[in-house]
C-alpha cells in the first residue's frame, strides 16, 4: 500500500506555543489530505481537508484560526496548532487517499503541559 | 442516523477461535468498504478492501459484504493475541470516507 509519514511522531511543548505537523505522502502525490485527532479511547475526528493549491475545509467545530493547513505541494501538508493549550493534546492523524484507499500516517503525539 | 455503525465491544475470543467484527452502513450508495486495525497508540492501518458482495479472503482475514443488507464483516480465523486491536470499519461514496467508531477485540491466550 501507499505510504504516509508523519514528522514529529511525538512532542512536548509549552503552553501558548504553537506546534508545527508535517505530513508526507511517500510514493505517490496527494492533491487531497486528511487531518484527524484521536483523543484517548476514542474515535477518529476528523479536523479538516487539505486542498493543494488551495485552502483547507474545516469539520464543524474546528476552528481555522486555531489549526493553520497548508499544502503546498502534491506530497506535504502542514498542520500547526497555533497557541497551544493542554486541551489540545491529543493523537494527530493525517492521511491521504491512493487509488480510492486511504492511508494513515503513523500520527503525532501531541503533549501540552 | 450515523453512516456507520459498529458495535464497540469490547469482544472477547479465545485464541485459536473465530472473531466476528460486524458493521453496518446506511447509504445503498456506498461503493467501497474497508477494514482497518488499530492497535493502541498507534495510527489506522488498512488490512482489507472489499467492493462486491461476496467474500474476500486474505489469510486468516475474510471480508464479506451484503449489499442488499448493507452489512460488511470481517473474520479472523485462527485468532492471535497479536490480533488484539480496535478494528475500525469504513465504507467510501463519491470522495467521502466514513469511519466507524471501531469495535474492540481482546483475543485471550
Known amino acids: 500500500g501507499a505510504v504516509v509519514s508523519q514528522h514529529p511522531s511525538r512532542v512536548i511543548c509549552k503552553s501558548g506555543t504553537s506546534v508545527k505537523i508535517e505530513c508526507r505522502s511517500l510514493?505517490?502525490?496527494?492533491?487531497?489530505m486528511f487531518w484527524y485527532r484521536q483523543f484517548p479511547k476514542k474515535s477518529l475526528m476528523l479536523m479538516a481537508t487539505?486542498?493543494?493549491?488551495?485552502?483547507?475545509?474545516?469539520e464543524q467545530g474546528v476552528e481555522k484560526d486555531k489549526f493553520l493547513i497548508n499544502h503546498a505541494s502534491l506530497t506535504l501538508s502542514t498542520l500547526t496548532v497555533t497557541s497551544a493549550h493542554p486541551e489540545d493534546s491529543s493523537f494527530y492523524i493525517c492521511?491521504?487517499?491512493?487509488?480510492?484507499?486511504?492511508?494513515f500516517g503513523p500520527g503525532t503525539r501531541l503533549t501540552v503541559l | 442516523q450515523k453512516e456507520v455503525e459498529q458495535n464497540s465491544g469490547p469482544l472477547s475470543v479465545p485464541e485459536g477461535a473465530i472473531a466476528s467484527l460486524n458493521c453496518t452502513y446506511s447509504?445503498?450508495?456506498?461503493?467501497?468498504f474497508f477494514w482497518y486495525r488499530q492497535y493502541s497508540g498507534k495510527s489506522p492501518e488498512l488490512i482489507m478492501s472489499?467492493?462486491?458482495?461476496g467474500d474476500k479472503e486474505d489469510g486468516r482475514f475474510t471480508a464479506q459484504l451484503n449489499k442488499a443488507s448493507q452489512y460488511v464483516s470481517l473474520l479472523i480465523r485462527d485468532s492471535q493475541p497479536s490480533d488484539s486491536a480496535t478494528y475500525l470499519c469504513?465504507?467510501?461514496?463519491?470522495?467521502?470516507?466514513?469511519f466507524g467508531t471501531g469495535t474492540s477485540l481482546t483475543v485471550i491466550p
Open positions: 447509504d445503498r450508495g456506498s461503493q467501497s
Open positions: 510514493d505517490f502525490q496527494a492533491t487531497t
Open positions: 472489499i467492493y462486491s458482495n
Open positions: 487539505s486542498n493543494e493549491g488551495s485552502k483547507a475545509t474545516y
Open positions: 492521511s491521504a487517499r491512493d487509488r480510492g484507499r486511504e492511508f
Open positions: 469504513a465504507m467510501n461514496r463519491g470522495n467521502q470516507f466514513y
